[in-house]
């Protein structure tokens, strides 16, 4: 006879109260793809784009990025700021030599014969012009060396803060936008050591003309520098007005990012076309594509009227300056030739402000993306692995006493005061419908998470207490999503981790979930690369891949063995050769397995049954199905196919 299905009908809703109603009489406002972007911080960091705070921050930056540098290469740092003060020295030395060859030159156009006086100040100016070239080529190349080191290193330190963040940080939605502010300072990071020492080499430059204008007339100078005001607060607003857009699109930015990888990855390819779906995900990509470009073309505007206002404003400001050379050279205030050395003088002053505003501001740019990668480096986005240090030994006993659990932003718990033993050389089974927390229990008896309330032991000891990494060398879990690395079939089961007998002990973790028999249609065996997306290895099915899975759980020398839904993709033998092998498996192992194949679980110790976070059964599997509740409920509705068979038809 079939078992009637004693759950509710899925044509009834929660809603927020928790009460039941008609799905057809709720009308709920659909859900747009936002992404909570934490734009906060960006809008702060905006504000940070202006002239003072560009003072400020400057030689912070700068001392910053040499400090990065010089992490990764000293030698090389040292020679480019040699390099940079022995240029800035010459282009004084050559200028204060232009006075000296005009003034000759202006002498032998009235007497040739004096012609040999301009020989010393011309070589001057020729040798240090030649100099100061080779030194430009020699700070280039330096610099290029330089800067893929740099944004290595910030790579690195990037993924390594990463991969020391708890898992929760996943669940926050903040963390995955953080991770991409990082990325993005990591990708200027190689701009920066240009931007600074292009800078610095302006500094120099602008220091050195002042050095000569101030020795001709000390008022040229000031006038100089408040001709370039203006372009300077142009260039500040410009880049706010530029970056406050960034951070207007961010969301659209990253919803094209997802599109874009929905319409082309390869997980999902195969439904994009049978569900002629991509017209549609199209369509949200251009709708988000247009909204970003409304927005920059709205900055570039407003930007553009800026400059326009500064470049007009200095125009005036440099017309101010040359008319003032020339009326001091007309009131006999200069002679020509220190008027010829004040034209370049002034150029060259020009040049060194226009270095500094514009290399400033770029600095500053790039300063404030470096700034998330570093709070990324240095906090993981506040979620670095923060627990203890003890080493456990091979756990003889895990329990969790009371432990409540809630995901990060969620709104209510998903384990409830759940009580849980498992013991060494004992199988556990965890059953329950979707949604009942059992993958949610597995997260935390592996310490992935930690307990909201209530306690998770290894041997007595609070696994908030272990040090995380050493407690995860003693545990293996196989996940529902499982990894497919790209890597050879040996590495997807030693994990780079072999054990001492080598291929011994692949072999024979192969042979416990019938991995073995993958291998040996293998062109290469354990040598075959398992990627064919990537370097033409080869593809196996889903089912061969979750054999594999299983073998990299038994290759481990793991006290812990956690297996959620280890079989869902495997043929009858194959799941028959696992579940008569875990026993073996278990010999010195606390076994957890988490199956809807109520069958595999009387092989199981103990069975444990889940039912919206709370555990509400626990015992053998033939104590359970011979009892009433929702185990024997489940089982009944696993059973009663028969009754379905066209020829007897429903009773
Ligand atoms: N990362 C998460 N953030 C917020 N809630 C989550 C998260 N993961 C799971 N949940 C919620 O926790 C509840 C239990 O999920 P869990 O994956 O533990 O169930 P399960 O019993 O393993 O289900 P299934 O049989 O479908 O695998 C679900 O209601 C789910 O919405």
Same mark, same amino acid.
């Given at each position: 006879m079939p078992v009637s299905d004693t759950s509710d009908t899925?044509?009834? +809703?929660?809603?927020?109260?928790?009460?039941?109603?008609?799905?057809? &009489? &709720?009308?709920?406002a659909e859900e747009t793809l936002a992404f909570d972007h934490p734009g906060g911080d960006s809008l702060e960091l905006a504000d940070l784009l202006t002239g003072r705070s560009m003072a400020r921050r400057l030689p912070s930056l700068i001392r910053r990025t040499f400090s990065l540098a010089w992490q990764v290469d000293r030698r090389?740092?040292?020679? +480019?700021?040699?390099?940079?003060?022995?240029?800035?020295?010459?282009? !004084?030395l050559g200028l204060f030599a232009t006075t000296q060859a005009f003034s000759a030159l202006i002498a032998t156009a009235q007497d040739t014969s004096r012609l040999s006086e301009a020989v010393p100040a011309v070589s001057v100016l020729a040798g240090t012009a030649g100099l100061r070239a080779l030194l430009g080529i020699a700070v280039q190349a330096l610099s290029n060396r330089l800067s893929?080191?740099?944004s290595r290193e910030a790579e690195f330190r990037m993924l390594e803060a990463a991969t020391n963040a708890e898992q929760a940080a996943y669940d926050h939605p903040g963390f995955n936008d953080r991770f991409d502010a990082a990325e993005r300072g990591v990708d200027v990071s190689r701009d920066m050591i240009g931007q600074s020492q292009n800078y610095v080499s302006s500094l120099a430059t602008l220091v050195g003309a002042a050095v000569v204008l101030a020795s001709l007339y000390p008022l040229l100078f000031p006038l100089l520098v408040l001709a370039a005001v203006p372009q300077a607060v142009a260039g500040i607003r410009g880049e706010r007005i530029t970056y406050l857009a960034t951070v207007a699109t961010h969301k659209d930015r990253r919803v094209?990012?997802?599109?874009?990888?929905?319409?082309? !990855?390869?997980?999902?390819?195969?439904q994009v076309r049978t569900d002629t779906l991509a017209p549609y995900l199209l369509k949200k990509y251009r709708a988000s594509a247009e909204r970003v470009e409304a927005t920059s073309n709205t900055a570039t505007w407003k930007r553009a009227k800026v400059t326009l206002v500064g470049a007009a404003a200095t125009g005036l400001g440099t017309a101010l300056v040359w008319g003032t050379v020339l009326l001091l050279l007309g009131s006999g205030r200069i002679s020509a030739a220190a008027a010829g050395t004040a034209v370049f003088a002034l150029r060259s002053a020009a040049t060194g402000l226009q270095g500094l505003v514009g290399y400033g501001r770029d600095l500053l740019r790039t300063g404030l993306y470096l700034d998330d990668w570093e709070r990324f480096v240095n906090e993981a986005a506040g979620q670095r692995l923060d627990r203890g240090t003890l080493?456990?030994?091979?756990?003889?006993h895990i329990t969790l006493r009371q432990v409540t659990f809630r995901y990060p932003e969620a709104t209510q718990d998903t384990l409830h005061a759940v009580d849980f033993d498992v013991r060494q050389g004992e199988i556990v089974a965890v059953i329950g419908e979707n949604g009942s927390g059992k993958s949610t229990l597995m997260k935390l008896l592996?310490?992935?998470?930690? !307990? &909201?309330?209530? &306690?998770?032991?290894?041997?007595?000891?609070?696994?908030?207490? +272990?040090d995380p990494h050493a407690m995860w060398r003693e545990t293996s879990v196989v996940p529902q999503d499982f990894a497919r690395w790209p890597m050879t079939a040996r590495e997807n089961i030693t994990l780079g981790q072999p054990r001492p007998e080598g291929d011994r002990a692949v072999l024979r973790a192969a042979e416990t979930s019938g991995a073995d028999d993958v291998l040996t249609t293998l062109r290469s065996g354990l040598n075959t690369l398992l990627a064919?997306?990537?370097?033409?290895?080869? !593809?196996?099915s889903p089912g061969q891949w979750q054999r594999v899975a299983v073998a990299r759980a038994a290759h481990r020398d793991a006290g812990l063995l956690v297996m959620d839904e280890p079989t869902s993709d495997l043929d009858p033998r194959a799941e028959h050769r696992i579940f008569t092998g875990l026993r073996a498996l278990a010999g010195d192992r606390a076994v957890v397995l988490v199956t809807h194949n109520l069958a595999n679980t009387s092989i199981a110790d103990r069975v444990v049954v889940m039912d919206q976070g709370h555990i509400v059964q626990s015992g053998t599997f033939h104590e359970l199905i011979n009892q009433t509740g929702l185990m024997q409920d489940l089982w009944r509705l696993q059973q009663d196919r028969d009754a379905y068979r066209p020829e007897g038809g429903r009773t």
């Open positions: 899925p044509s009834k +809703l929660h809603d927020e109260n928790g009460e039941r109603d008609d799905a057809s &009489t &709720t009308p709920v090389t740092v040292v020679v +480019l700021l040699a390099c940079q003060v022995v240029s800035g020295g010459s282009g !004084a893929p080191r740099i094209m990012y997802m599109l874009r990888w929905h319409l082309i !990855a390869k997980d999902q390819s195969d080493v456990p030994r091979r756990p003889k592996s310490g992935l998470n930690l !307990a &909201t309330s209530g &306690t998770v032991s290894w041997d007595g000891v609070n696994v908030a207490d +272990l064919r997306e990537w370097w033409g290895g080869v !593809a196996l």
